[in-house]
């Protein structure tokens, strides 16, 4: 009932919605000095979970970076204290993209570590390259376990960069591949005839305890992505454009459950300034009702500017609702669908000074 009420609305609004509220603010300063890359999981339970890095010397990518999680169990009104989840040395791991397990409720975190900045990353598994770990939870996001290097089944020897997300992963629902987990990630090759960055996915078929790599993947000049699982059972990987001079989003679509990946397009109606943006669906669909896939990234083509949140009833072919989030600064956000069908949505604002969340229930689009 719930959702055929929603889709009848096909729409937005945050009037009964909570105020946007800081998540995480840095102040400048060692050891607290910038906040970045908000994520946001829901468990199997109900609780809310956010995840950020937390960069203690500067706003940097690199240097010492620790991922730390916060905790709700009221839909994000109030949260616990920050705790660091993820620290394995004076340098950097982030990126944390977590998959909740509906059977089981473990929470799989996927991170990546370096101790180089993003430009001198060499190729292999080696210090100078870039790690992948792997942690999770079994009571909730309350603890978590020692965190597990796994780069050499997702990553091959000629990459050097490669990156989690920013985002979240999924579970797949239908299909020969049902209960894959599916989360998206990228590479930087450095042999052949067309070095560079493309996206893909890592999957597991045992619950997250192993991972395997796509066999192929988008086209030159993809990086930072999410997946999500399509009606028919294909799945689509929405990408930022990075190194390009395009300023519109990226998709690839997968029939294979992500083992390999048909020919990259773009979509004019999601305009970028080559951002991370968060791509999830709320809703499957439901006898004559259309489900609902969300879209939010800033929306401009000159800068991070103009937060705007999106919604699709076509499995992502059009995008005709609207909702601007945030006018002005707004860079990396992170949508999650809470148990009742709330919408709550992470975002860095204010020269990456603070990470706000806020929440939306369903209502009235905004005008695009």
């Known amino acids: 009932m719930f959702y055929r009420l929603l889709l009848a609305a ?43 890095e ?39 791991i982030g990126n944390a993209c977590p998959v909740v397990d509906p059977a089981t409720g473990r929470i799989t ?4 570590w370096n101790r180089v900045h993003e430009s001198k990353t060499a190729p292999g598994y080696g210090d100078d390259t870039r790690r992948v770990y792997l942690t999770h939870s079994d009571d909730d996001g309350l603890t978590w376990s020692a965190p597990a290097d796994i780069s050499r089944s997702v990553k091959q020897p000629t990459w050097s960069w490669f990156a989690t997300g920013p985002g979240a992963g999924i579970v797949l629902t239908r299909g020969k591949n049902k209960g894959r987990f599916v989360l998206g990630v990228n590479h930087r090759e450095t042999a052949g005839d067309a070095p560079g960055y493309r996206a893909h996915v890592i999957y597991s078929d045992d619950r997250g305890a192993t991972w395997k790599s796509s066999r192929s993947f988008a086209a030159l000049h993809t990086n930072e992505c999410e997946v ?29 459950g992500g ?19 968060s791509f999830m669906r709320h809703s499957w669909p439901e006898g004559d009702q259309p489900g609902l896939l969300l879209f939010s ?3 401009s083509q000159k800068g991070r500017e ?29 949508l999650a669908i809470l148990p009742d069908g709330t919408i709550a949505l992470a975002y860095e604002t204010d020269g990456y000074k603070r990470i ?10 905004d005008a695009p």
């Open 356 to 365: 706000v969340f806020t929440t939306l229930k369903p209502g009235e689009w």
């Open 54 to 92: 937390l960069r203690r010397n500067g706003a940097g990518d690199s240097g010492d970076i620790d991922t730390v999680v916060k905790r709700s169990t009221d839909g994000g009104k109030t949260w616990s204290e920050e705790k660091v989840m993820l620290d394995l040395d004076p340098h950097t």
């Open 10 to 52: 096909i729409a937005l609004a945050s009037a009964n919605g909570h105020a946007a509220t800081d998540l995480f603010a840095g102040n400048g300063k060692s050891p607290r000095h910038t906040y970045r890359i908000p994520t946001l999981a829901v468990t199997k339970q109900g609780a809310l979970l956010a995840f950020a």
């Open 259 to 277: 083992e390999t990946w048909g020919e990259t397009t773009w979509d004019p109606a999601l305009p970028e300034p080559q951002c991370m943006a």
């Open 306 to 334: 103009n937060l705007t949140l999106r919604g699709s009833t076509d499995e992502g072919k059009t995008w005709p609702h609207s909702k601007l989030i945030k006018p002005g600064d707004a860079a990396y956000s992170h």
């Open 109 to 112: 975190v996927v991170a990546v």
């Open 228 to 256: 999500v699982e399509l009606a028919n059972g294909d799945l689509m990987l929405n990408m930022r454009n990075h190194g390009s001079p395009k300023r519109e989003r990226a998709l690839a679509i997968s029939k294979d």
């Open 297 to 299: 990234n800033p929306a």
